[in-house]
């Protein structure tokens, strides 16, 4: 499928997803791909995302940064078309020389929408890990990436967090994680408020039109800023953008996440991981609250260390003045570049050092 380009600020979130901003420096090629939702279950199902292919032999030659949304995001968290220099991850990772798979996670943008309680966090980590075989075997566009980088933000994740804690062939594995806004502890009065500012997609303005299958639930209108925006650190074009392409999520989802917030799971990843939360994330931060500041990278390092085997070699960032959707705040350019730095150290410039648990050097 041809790929259309466009510099306009798009509204409707279909025509969005018909045009993803395509970085200049970059191929990028529309993909839709056949999976299936468990090995009971051989229903098949396609999900959809946008590669974005880089020459640079020692990144995106031979490493792709596999990208998936969080709850009521699609792809166009990480390539938004409003001034995408400033928002787009895929353009920042491309520019700086890493291929992109950027996709629609199940029930989202034009990826496949099955049946609502057939959406969990364990699904969805399931045809994850086929995504990342297809990628190490050059399915999707032709190159085989021996190095399969996993990038989730918030139910994206955990979702990864998941996938890499709980599947013993490595194949299916990413080589290294990358979470945003995801922390094992969350603070209870803003995820109450979250609970409370969801309502099935059949009661929204925006999605209600869409036809989601029963069980899908989205942010009810004007609820995005408080829940996801630390307001002094956005734009208010970027938060009403987000209004207007908001997408679904389900209760099985969003239910089905604690189990993945634990130790058992966190315990037994084996590659590293790299951890960045913004400052005022509310849904997991509160510096009054002993033991939920976000303020540096020392007290994220803090909170987290102790759920994460020596293998994970866990190295974390806290992103100032930013909320939970950490890319389109201001400062997420910060996190992209906290990213580059740590792949860049881990693939190239610190490789010959790592230890016997493969971790580098502080």
Request: charged share 15%.
């Given at each position: 499928?041809?790929?259309?380009?466009?510099?306009?600020?798009?509204?409707?979130?279909?025509?969005?997803?018909?045009?993803?901003?395509?970085?200049?420096?970059?191929?990028?090629?529309?993909?839709?791909?056949?999976?299936?939702?468990?090995?009971?279950?051989?229903?098949?199902?396609?999900?959809?995302?946008?590669?974005?292919?880089?020459?640079?032999?020692?990144?995106?030659?031979?490493?792709?940064?596999?990208?998936?949304?969080g709850l009521?995001?699609?792809?166009?968290?990480?390539?938004?078309?409003?001034?995408?220099?400033?928002?787009?991850?895929?353009?920042?990772?491309?520019?700086?020389?890493?291929?992109?798979?950027?996709?629609?996670?199940?029930?989202?943008?034009?990826?496949?929408?099955?049946?609502?309680?057939?959406?969990?966090?364990?699904?969805?980590?399931?045809?994850?890990?086929?995504?990342?075989?297809?990628?190490?075997?050059?399915?999707?566009?032709?190159?085989?990436?021996?190095?399969?980088?996993?990038?989730?933000?918030?139910?994206?994740?955990?979702?990864?967090?998941?996938?890499?804690?709980?599947?013993?062939?490595?194949?299916?594995?990413?080589?290294?994680?990358?979470?945003?806004?995801?922390?094992?502890?969350?603070?209870?009065?803003?995820?109450?408020?979250?609970?409370?500012?969801?309502?099935?997609?059949?009661?929204?303005?925006?999605?209600?039109?869409?036809?989601y299958p029963?069980?899908?639930?989205?942010?009810?209108?004007?609820?995005?800023?408080?829940?996801?925006?630390?307001?002094?650190?956005?734009?208010?074009?970027?938060?009403?953008?987000?209004?207007?392409?908001?997408?679904?999520?389900?209760?099985?989802?969003?239910?089905?996440?604690?189990?993945?917030?634990?130790?058992?799971?966190?315990?037994?990843?084996?590659?590293?991981?790299?951890?960045?939360?913004?400052?005022?994330?509310?849904?997991?931060?509160?510096?009054?609250?002993?033991?939920?500041?976000?303020?540096?990278?020392?007290?994220?390092?803090?909170?987290?260390?102790?759920?994460?085997?020596?293998?994970?070699?866990?190295?974390?960032?806290?992103?100032?003045?930013?909320?939970?959707?950490?890319?389109?705040h201001y400062?997420?350019?910060?996190?992209?570049?906290?990213?580059?730095?740590?792949?860049?150290?881990?693939?190239?410039?610190?490789?010959?050092?790592?230890?016997?648990?493969?971790?580098?050097?502080?």
């Amino acid at each position: 499928m041809a790929l259309i380009t466009t510099t306009a600020v798009v509204l409707d979130q279909q025509a969005a997803l018909a045009a993803d901003p395509v970085p200049p420096h970059s191929t990028c090629t529309q993909h839709t791909v056949t999976v299936t939702l468990s090995a009971s279950d051989p229903t098949p199902y396609t999900m959809a995302g946008q590669l974005c292919l880089e020459p640079d032999a020692l990144r995106g030659g031979r490493a792709v940064m596999l990208m998936i949304s969080g709850l009521t995001y699609d792809r166009s968290y990480y390539n938004n078309p409003l001034t995408p220099y400033s928002y787009s991850w895929v353009y920042s990772a491309t520019q700086h020389g890493y291929s992109t798979f950027n996709i629609d996670r199940m029930g989202v943008g034009l990826s496949s929408r099955p049946p609502a309680d057939k959406l969990t966090v364990y699904n969805q980590a399931y045809v994850t890990e086929q995504i990342v075989r297809k990628l190490r075997a050059g399915a999707i566009g032709g190159r085989a990436f021996p190095i399969v980088i996993g990038v989730g933000h918030s139910l994206g994740a955990g979702i990864l967090q998941y996938l890499a804690g709980t599947v013993t062939d490595k194949t299916g594995v990413p080589d290294y994680l990358v979470f945003s806004a995801w922390l094992h502890q969350g603070y209870l009065p803003a995820v109450t408020y979250l609970g409370n500012s969801l309502h099935p997609t059949s009661s929204d303005p925006v999605l209600a039109p869409k036809n989601y299958p029963t069980g899908y639930m989205t942010t009810k209108p004007g609820t995005r800023g408080t829940n996801f925006y630390h307001a002094a650190g956005a734009d208010s074009a970027v938060i009403s953008f987000d209004e207007s392409a908001k997408m679904p999520g389900t209760l099985s989802e969003r239910q089905s996440l604690g189990a993945v917030r634990t130790s058992n799971v966190t315990s037994t990843i084996t590659v590293p991981v790299a951890l960045s939360v913004g400052e005022f994330d509310t849904l997991q931060c509160d510096a009054a609250t002993p033991g939920l500041s976000c303020a540096t990278a020392a007290a994220i390092k803090t909170r987290e260390a102790p759920y994460y085997g020596p293998k994970a070699c866990l190295t974390t960032f806290s992103v100032d003045n930013t909320g939970h959707s950490v890319t389109l705040h201001y400062k997420g350019l910060d996190s992209f570049n906290f990213v580059h730095n740590w792949l860049d150290d881990n693939l190239i410039n610190k490789a010959h050092l790592k230890d016997a648990n493969g971790c580098i050097p502080a």
